[in-house]
């Protein structure tokens, strides 16, 4: 079997895997897996407005595991795209409520300030691993926490002791009637096309650029890069600034067009830690984070079904989720399955 | 010391003496204490790698996979691996990778580099294949000053040969190469002079028709036959 | 309040916040010196907080006063499972540890909430009645100074923590046992040739791991918050995981940072009732501990270094 077919194999393996574990653990807890998944499939499909929302809660996903395919490429774990992702929601909805503009300064003005304070984000952590070697993973978790506590503080400021900002202005927000018609007045908005061609951007800055020969140059193999004339350390910290930048609109989507505003967190979104599983399900690759996202935010969205329609917890979802990761990091075994498997079609 | 114009400078010593700090300080990999190194009359001393490589130096560096190969790289990669970013396989920071393949099929041609063509990844090539590679990659740029560390090093007779040949042909074309080597009789068989590093210290320069491995030995280890005569600047003509 | 009176209140709280850290950073301690990095000590404290109190709600009328020192047990067994998935998959299967270390996060926050969903019909358990209580230790309690700060309103559980902390250092530094764990985590391939099994030692110490960090989630829940919802546990493992770094990976070092983030929590959470404190914005404090991990791994505190062979997995044969 050839290594693509493999490749392709073990996530797509992963995610059967991944369900049927589902299914067990609903049959073992005494629900029925079939009205369970056949909720979800509803959730997902039901009608136009479900698909509307389904997209929607797409469109953050996709972003989220760009950010941390991105970083993958280059090298680095980026654990820490749900802070980038916090700061950024933070940011644009400042932004969006903070001025008035005319839309077509204020709207980008929004979206910028979010990759921006995603950017800074990443930036820390990039100059910490650049300058002083400090393994990204841990600062990038510590900068979450950081992340949530100084936003909470932030948005108690600016709405004068409150626990949510006002919603933003008109100009700043990505609504769409036009979608909304389209899927029968979902929260669908122009967030998609952002975060589709971003899609784009990250394959054409890895693909076509040289900035993306360097990165992942750098990603591979430290020594031989610098050996080749390459600065290692600005390829890091740009690598985590893009990341993060990436991130950061994942925000924006939440912040401009889904919630038109940003509250006070008691946790995590788990958007960011999500995007490591979009990312490993893609293979890290701008194509395979368009299937990641759209499995994972579809899984996401259509749970929501799950205790109305089959009277199941939403979290049966989040376990299959946590499962496919598992298989998919465990890629090694499945590979190992399937290379005996081959060989034992050749013996015959 | 210093390396002239169509001559090959052999280094001889024992591992451990300063040689991979020698290269890596030309080259730009280590920070200078002391000392000057040009190129040309151009100084050059802690210039950044590329500059240096710029300047007009090739680097066969003593480990491949460390320094000389991105391994998971396609080979066709990594015989563009200093000159991507200029014209013509790079415009305005746009890449053309047909650019590189054709690149890659020249000189997998040119080197005899036996491979599947140039999308296999360089981890799958031999390690011959690999520093054929590298080999063609370096000379390709027709540097002024060709540094060859340890270019045989685990390869198969016929590649050494082929490898031989390849820097004396740099030689003759009027370039200067340096070749550092733990082989002596390589040392001997390729060098027009050779100079033997001890304790980080150059202690002598000998002409390899004038001496024995045994008087190269002595000196490796450090017993000086003649008067030490080391300089701390090296310059290329 | 004076000074004193300060004094009197925040070391308690701070000793009383951080023995559950103590005990989870240790765990992490025994995993990394193994070579098996856990991002999963969260996960792990979940579980140990969802089994404690559903143990001791189920177990309050049987066991009495004794439920609670029975459901860390429970908790230790739970946790221990969990970590053993992540030992699979990250030293048999040689998945990336921190990806794994991931998903035991998701899955056991996702597993606790559908069972307590399942379970209770609702999104949170109810409170239990068998809590672990403060008294005050005889004889002790009236030394003066001491006494009120360090033996006046305590639990046991404290005790316990810092007992544990202690063993743990014995066992990783004065036994053979400790010094093949470290060895795999250093140098796993001579370690391999002394004859040690390099993928056993890590599996004990990923279970060591497991065990501790299910009894200081447990703890945490019976101690602190009473009842187990999405947003009981919210961090502590990551505070543990920083705790661990900022001691250096030293069962004691790992103790005092846990006891130093402690001290800060318990001040902002007590902050608006202490002079001077009272000043400072809550959110300095809540960051205080995240941001001196950063500082500790960029060396302004001291070089903090990992074991070195943290996060590889060990393949015979592959140098």
New interface residues.
């Given amino acids: 079997m050839s290594t693509k077919a493999t490749n392709i194999l073990v996530p797509v393996i992963s995610v059967i895997l991944g369900l049927i574990v589902g299914a067990i653990?609903m049959l073992v807890?005494?629900y029925n897996p079939i009205d369970g998944y056949a909720a979800l499939w509803n959730g997902i499909f039901g009608d136009l407005y479900t698909i509307g929302e389904t997209i929607r809660q797409i469109t953050p996903y996709l972003l989220a595991g760009l950010a941390v395919a991105f970083a993958f490429r280059s090298g680095l774990?980026n654990?820490g795209v749900e802070g980038q992702l916090i700061v950024g929601w933070f940011a644009a909805a400042y932004v969006g409520v903070a001025v008035e503009l005319p839309m077509i300064i204020h709207l980008p003005l929004a979206i910028l300030a979010a990759a921006a304070a995603g950017a800074i984000w990443g930036f820390i952590p990039g100059l910490?691993k650049a300058k002083?070697h400090?393994?990204e993973?841990?600062?990038t978790?510590?900068?979450n926490?950081?992340a949530l506590?100084?936003t909470?503080?932030l948005i108690k400021t600016v709405s004068g002791g409150g626990d949510r900002t006002e919603s933003i202005f008109a100009s700043a927000s990505l609504r769409s009637e036009f979608l909304e018609n389209l899927t029968e007045f979902s929260c669908l908005h122009f967030g998609i096309v952002i975060a589709l061609v971003m899609v784009g951007v990250m394959w054409f800055i890895l693909?076509?650029?040289?900035?993306?020969?360097?990165l992942?140059?750098v990603g591979?193999?430290h020594?031989?890069?610098?050996?080749?004339?390459?600065?290692v350390n600005k390829n890091i910290i740009l690598a985590m600034v893009i990341s993060g930048a990436f991130a950061g609109l994942g925000g924006a989507m939440e912040a401009l067009g889904t919630f038109e505003y940003v509250s006070s967190k008691?946790?995590f979104t788990g958007i960011g830690?999500d995007g490591?599983?979009v990312a490993?399900l893609g293979m890290n690759t701008p194509l395979g984070v368009i299937f990641g996202a759209t499995l994972f935010g579809s899984l996401k969205y259509g749970a929501l079904n799950m205790p109305n329609a089959a009277g199941i917890?939403l979290?049966?979802v989040?376990?299959v989720?946590?499962?496919i990761?598992?298989f998919?990091?465990?890629?090694?075994?499945i590979r190992l399955f399937l290379l005996r498997a081959a060989k034992k079609k050749e013996a015959k | 010391m210093d390396v002239r114009a169509g001559e090959i400078v052999g280094i001889a010593g024992i591992d451990g003496n300063g040689q991979s700090e020698l290269i890596e300080a030309i080259t730009g990999l280590r920070k200078v204490k002391s000392g000057t190194i040009s190129l040309h009359g151009k100084n050059i001393t802690g210039l950044k790698p590329r500059k240096v490589t710029e300047a007009g130096i090739g680097h066969i560096p003593q480990d491949r996979h460390k320094h000389g190969l991105v391994l998971d790289f396609p080979i066709g990669h990594n015989i563009s691996l200093q000159t991507y970013y200029q014209q013509p396989i790079s415009k305005n920071g746009i890449i053309d990778y047909n650019k590189i393949d054709e690149k890659a099929k020249a000189i997998i041609e040119a080197y005899d580099v036996r491979t599947q063509g140039p999308h296999e990844p360089a981890r799958a090539l031999s390690g011959g294949n690999q520093q054929k590679a590298i080999i063609g990659r370096e000379v390709d740029r027709n540097p002024e000053l060709l540094i060859a560390a340890l270019p045989t090093r685990g390869l198969d007779v016929g590649a050494i040969e082929f490898i031989h040949s390849r820097l004396i042909e740099q030689r003759d074309n009027g370039k200067a190469v340096l070749l550092i080597s733990f082989e002596l009789d390589e040392v001997m068989n390729v060098s027009d002079r050779i100079a033997v590093i001890h304790d980080g210290e150059i202690v002598d320069t000998v002409l390899p028709e004038e001496t024995t491995e045994q008087e190269l030995g002595l000196l490796m280890a450090g017993h000086a036959v003649r008067g030490s005569n080391h300089k701390e600047d090296q310059h290329v003509d | 309040m004076s000074f004193l009176e300060v004094l009197y209140f925040i070391v308690p709280s701070a000793i009383f916040y951080a023995a559950p850290l103590i005990l989870v950073a240790i765990g992490g301690v025994f995993s990394e010196r193994s070579g098996v990095i856990n991002i999963g000590l969260e996960g792990l404290m979940v579980i140990g907080a969802f089994v404690g109190i559903l143990f001791n709600l189920l177990f309050a009328d049987t066991f009495g006063n004794a439920t609670p020192w029975l459901s860390l047990i429970a908790a230790m067994v739970a946790a221990l499972l969990l970590s053993l998935v992540h030992a699979v998959a990250s030293i048999s299967f040689r998945a990336d540890q921190t990806v794994s270390g991931v998903a035991i996060n998701l899955l056991a926050i996702a597993l606790s909430l559908y069972l307590v969903k399942k379970i209770f019909g609702k999104g949170q358990t109810d409170f239990i009645t068998e809590r672990f209580t403060r008294y005050d230790f005889p004889v002790l309690s009236d030394i003066p100074f001491i006494g009120p700060m360090f033996f006046t309103k305590i639990y046991n559980t404290s005790f316990l923590a810092i007992i544990i902390a202690i063993i743990a250092w014995f066992v990783i530094y004065k036994t053979p046992f400790g010094l093949r764990l470290r060895s795999v985590g250093e140098h796993p391939m001579a370690a391999d040739t002394m004859g040690i099994n390099v993928n056993r030692m890590r599996y004990i110490a990923v279970m060591i791991s497991g065990a501790l960090a299910g009894i200081g989630g447990a703890i945490y829940a019976q101690t602190i918050s009473g009842d187990f919802g999405h947003a009981t546990i919210n961090g502590q493992g990551f505070m543990a995981l920083a705790a661990m770094i900022f001691g250096k990976w030293h069962p004691l070092g790992a103790m005092g940072a846990a006891l130093f983030f402690g001290l800060a929590q318990a001040l902002s959470i007590a902050s608006s009732s202490i002079p001077i404190i009272q000043d400072i914005p809550n959110v300095f404090l809540l960051i205080l501990p995240y941001v001196l991990t950063i500082f500790a791994l960029a060396g302004f505190i001291g070089r903090a270094n990992a074991p070195k062979a943290n996060g590889i997995p060990y393949i015979k044969g592959q140098r």
């Fill in positions: 653990i807890s005494g774990f654990i910490l002083f400090v393994h993973v841990i600062v978790i510590m900068m926490y950081i506590h100084t909470n503080a693909e076509k650029t040289t900035l993306g020969f360097e992942k140059a591979f193999n020594n031989a890069s610098q050996y080749a004339g390459m600065n008691a946790g830690f490591i599983a490993l917890p979290e049966i989040e376990i989720i946590a499962v990761i598992f998919v990091a465990s890629g090694y075994i």
